[in-house]
């Protein structure tokens, strides 16, 4: 079982930069994928990016390529998304999720991860 807490979302402006971090409870953190996920209103919950178990390899939309970048520390039991240039439509509900597969590269949908937070809201304004 794995416990997962995010937080750092909030209000920021286009162009800027914020960093969401996701505490995972439990000693099995190196074992999991870790996922970022989003969904904005009316819309389905969409993958944002992930870090494979290992850490060695990494996944992201290519929406937010080349914006974004997912980290984890294994001392700190955490998974980090930071966030820069962000535009109006990054605005979302993001979800921290975790998957217990060793797989080389990580998972995109939302099926291969088993736990998830329970979300922290980013507002990007124009």
């Known amino acids: 079982q794995v416990q997962l807490v995010e937080s750092g979302g909030g209000l920021v402006q286009a162009g800027g930069s914020l960093r969401l971090s996701c505490a995972a409870s439990g000693r099995t953190f190196s074992s999991y994928a870790m996922g970022w996920f989003r969904q904005a209103p009316g819309k389905e919950r969409e993958f944002v990016a992930a870090?494979?178990?290992?850490?060695?390899?990494?996944s992201y939309a290519d929406s937010v390529k080349d914006r974004f970048t997912i980290s984890r520390d294994y001392v700190k039991n955490t998974v980090y998304l930071q966030m820069n240039i962000l535009k109006p439509e990054d605005t979302a509900v993001y979800y921290c999720?975790?998957?217990?597969?060793?797989?080389?590269?990580?998972?995109?949908?939302?099926?291969?991860?088993?736990?998830w937070g329970q979300g922290t809201q980013v507002t990007v304004s124009s």
């Open positions: 999720a975790a998957g217990n597969t060793r797989a080389i590269v990580p998972g995109t949908r939302t099926y291969e991860y088993e736990f």
């Open positions: 870090v494979a178990w290992s850490g060695g390899r990494t």
